[in-house]
């Protein structure tokens, strides 16, 4: 990667600060500003870090600006009205029936339980490292009882971020959704017997805010948690390293290096994306991806993919690994490479036309930030997306938009029935 541009970095840092400026002037609401710090953060750590290596070429700098400016752009077009305090009809409904909500919020716990209890009944296995997760993935990917656990799930999961909130508002000393959030996190770990870095880090910070930070209706995050949260993050950040070596099945006892070598092979790792841009240019391998594709595969995830199961589906990931290492799921030595947010732009519309995948994936986020700011029993769902943003830059899209368009259709649903009084 060469050596490091400081120049180039304190250019990369300017223009991105600028374009956040220039649409905070429109944007007031907090929800959508911290949408998208989040994700302009990420894209940044994980793309515009890298490339202010002089190996790098820097007309990648244009591309980086562009992506950044059409991804915020539709935020200032689709504002959105600071009504945290105001109760929808759809928030009364779910307070007035809380008991029902509890009952839905327990079912949503019994679906994370399903893959370790079947096919193979795996709830009680000591902690492991796992090296068949992949095979594991697959497997309960392609049974049917997980499948349809699965889509309940995923219908149901705001209602149980929203029951969190109801009861935070009717108990305000309780601890009963502690444990809930807890024990997710648990069956999660229990699915696979793994848990992905990335997701330590959100659970983690999800649980901090959850713990200390919810207040009925509202999330305070004051300076001093953003100091703990920071420096608990500083503090984790090498060991994320030693955790990659452990999941992997490789010697991290005896590493013989410094908490600092450590960071330092972390950031080396995370932050020199943009190597790959010009093997993603110059490739033919990802020729049948396009704007269109894209744009299609966006319109078409609210669709769940049992009632069409040939929808526009998009696998970044999976072909860009085949494109690097030659290997696909289930051959030995699989193991996935991501291309990062504006790796996967490079992907879709070359060098000229990328900015218009930050404008597709920045508009979707910013409607469905504007629509769940409406409904303040899910402001801790939209914090959880908010912090689901921060893998934007490095994990792209294909796991971020499901999570804001698909995952929001069960209360989309309710709230159309409600609506329309049926």
Not at 136 to 156: C, Q, R, V, W
Not at 207 to 222: P, Q, T, W
Not at 258 to 286: C, K, R, W
């Amino acid at each position: 990667m060469g050596s490091f541009d400081w120049g180039i970095f304190a250019l990369l840092t300017a223009v991105t600060v600028s374009i956040i400026l220039f649409v905070f002037q429109r944007v007031r609401d907090y929800r959508a500003r911290w949408t998208i710090l989040v994700c302009m953060a990420s894209v940044f750590l994980y793309s515009g870090v890298g490339i202010a290596y002089t190996a790098i070429d820097n007309m990648y700098i244009i591309s980086f600006a562009a992506f950044v400016l059409a991804f915020c752009l539709p935020f200032r077009w689709f504002n959105i009205k600071d009504n945290c305090e105001e109760l929808s009809n759809v928030d009364v409904c779910l307070l007035n029936n809380f008991k029902t909500l509890e009952k839905v919020a327990v079912f949503y716990l019994f679906l994370q339980l399903v893959p370790s209890i079947y096919p193979e009944f795996r709830l009680f296995q000591p902690f492991t490292v796992r090296d068949d997760y992949w095979g594991t993935m697959e497997y309960l990917k392609d049974d049917p009882i997980n499948k349809i656990a699965g889509t309940l799930s995923m219908l149901i999961k705001p209602f149980f971020y929203a029951y969190l909130v109801c009861y935070v508002m009717k108990n305000p000393k309780g601890k009963k959704h502690l444990i809930f959030f807890l024990l997710v996190i648990l069956l999660h770990y229990l699915e696979l017997h793994y848990i992905a870095r990335n997701s330590i880090a959100t659970s983690l910070t999800e649980f901090l805010v959850l713990a200390f930070c919810l207040k009925g209706n509202r999330i305070e995050i004051k300076r001093k948690h953003l100091v703990i949260f920071a420096c608990i993050i500083l503090a984790l950040f090498p060991l994320a390293f030693v955790y990659k070596l452990m999941v992997t099945g490789m010697d991290y006892q005896n590493l013989g290096i410094s908490y600092g070598d450590m960071a330092s092979l972390m950031v080396e790792q995370e932050f020199t994306y943009p190597g790959y841009y010009d093997g993603i240019l110059a490739s033919n391998h990802y020729n049948n991806y396009s704007i269109l594709n894209f744009l299609l595969y966006v319109i078409c995830l609210p669709i769940p993919s049992f009632l069409w199961p040939g929808k526009p589906t998009l696998v970044f990931a999976d072909s860009f690994t085949y494109g690097v290492l030659g290997l696909s799921r289930g051959d030995t030595g699989f193991y996935i490479v991501l291309p990062s947010a504006l790796g996967e732009s490079f992907m879709v519309g070359g060098l000229w036309f990328s900015w218009l995948f930050a404008l597709i994936s920045g508009s979707a986020l910013a409607i469905m930030t504007r629509y769940t700011s409406k409904h303040t029993t899910l402001i801790y769902y939209l914090f959880y997306l908010i912090v689901q943003s921060a893998t934007y830059g490095r994990g792209g899209v294909t796991g971020l938009l499901p999570t804001y368009i698909t995952g929001m259709l069960g209360f989309l649903i309710f709230d159309f029935f409600k609506r329309n009084k049926f």
